[in-house]
């Protein structure tokens, strides 16, 4: 029994790391989309609907998307969902540091 306290411990733990780490990310990408000024219709078509949802009206609704999924994944107990949430987080943040990069090279 204390085998599995100890590994629930450890998981806590390690989504909390990995929490706070999207979290840095996603503080860093809006920074470097303020700083760029990049607008939503410099965004346009840049993602794939199936990527985010098609509802995003300004680039920080792209990571608001992300921080919502992050969320759910703190809460999840579900290991497929989490596993989905998972990569769905990495999918996402991988396009808009691909996106903001782009400009940056612009």
């Known amino acids: 029994m204390a085998s599995s306290a100890s590994s629930v411990h450890t998981l806590k733990h390690q ?3 990995l929490q706070s780490q ?12 303020d700083r760029l000024q990049i607008d939503e219709e ?4 840049w993602f794939d ?4 949802r098609a509802d995003a009206t300004c680039p920080a609704d792209y990571l608001a998307e992300v921080r919502l999924h992050l ?5 999840q107990r579900q290991p ?3 596993e989905w949430l998972s990569a769905r987080i990495a999918d996402q943040l991988q396009a808009l540091h691909q996106a903001v990069a782009w400009f940056e090279r612009k």
């Open 22 to 33: 999207v979290e840095q990310q996603l503080a860093a990408l809006a920074l470097r989309i």
């Open 15 to 17: 989504l909390a790391h």
């Open 49 to 52: 609907a199936q990527l985010f």
């Open 42 to 45: 410099q965004f346009v078509d």
């Open 71 to 75: 969320r759910a994944l703190v809460q």
């Open 80 to 82: 497929q969902r989490t």
